[in-house]
């Protein structure tokens, strides 16, 4: 990070059609409040619903309430009206795509091909950071740890209609817990160097967890990580998510993560049952008395094989 200047956090928005969440999701970035700059970048598949629209409209506001610099070769808007609602930071570069693309993975290559800031994340069209000290907290971490490179935290899962479902929280990451059985890593809530990123390691291959592979080559690379006991961003879980309709494809690409970082056998083994009967749980008795004690039993045991500990 550049010691003489201002942190600027690159966040990457992919989006295809959902109108019905993206405003949300742009509010909640533009709101930011802090000592930073915002390098903000909509990759959008070239919807066709109001999504466009919708990225349209912010980018008209921020161009009639605010005032342009020059930073690095980029232009950011910079408040120069009190009463306007957005804008809290030391200045917004506001970017956009409207464009067919191969799906998501594809979209944040693009959207982090176009960064230009010291931290990188990614934020979806359907979630939101859930309060306007985010970011300055995020900086505050980076900041306190120079040598920290991917930090992690915890936050809400919502429903479709933005209601609070549960806190997803864990208290510390275990690389073969993630690896073999349960990866616990919120995607929104993660922020890491510019440095630390690969592109290698946002493969298409992976449809529902290129974030799983993604975090998991970070931490399997020797990245120096920090899990903080913080809530960041709220992850929307709703039926047409990929994370509930696509499960067994989930367990699958899963099971081929594990293949690609280890080759401890047993282990993989471990992880290749444990997967396969969580797909049928999953799908077939989740929350159903008495399979989900008998979940928790197989959950404990595999953990015990893998790790060696029984799981707290």
Partial sequence: MRKTDKTIISIITPSYNQGPFIEETIQSVLSQRGEFYIDYIVMDGHSTDQSVEI????????????????????????KKKDDFLWNHCLGISFRWRS????????????GFRMARGDIYSWLNSDDIYVHSEVLQKVCFYFEKEPGLELLIADGPVISKTGEKLKLYHVDHINLKELLYLDYHILQPSSFFRRDRYKETLMDEQFICTFDANFFIGMLYNGVNYQKVNDLFAALRLYEETKT?????????????????????????????IYRKIQGIYETRFYKKKPFV?????????????VTGKWKR
């Fill in 99 to 110: 464009e067919t693309d191969r799906g998501q993975v594809d979209a944040l290559k693009k």
């Fill in 244 to 272: 509930l309709r696509l499960t067994r494809t989930r367990h699958k690409e899963l099971i081929q993560i594990a293949r690609r970082y280890s080759t401890n056998r047993y282990s993989l083994i471990v992880s290749t």
């Fill in 55 to 78: 990225i349209k409209k912010y980018e008209n506001l921020l161009k009639e309430n605010c005032s342009v610099i020059e930073k690095d070769n980029l232009n950011y808007y910079v």
């Fill in 293 to 305: 004690w008998f979940w928790i039993l197989v959950r404990r045991i595999c953990y015990k094989l």
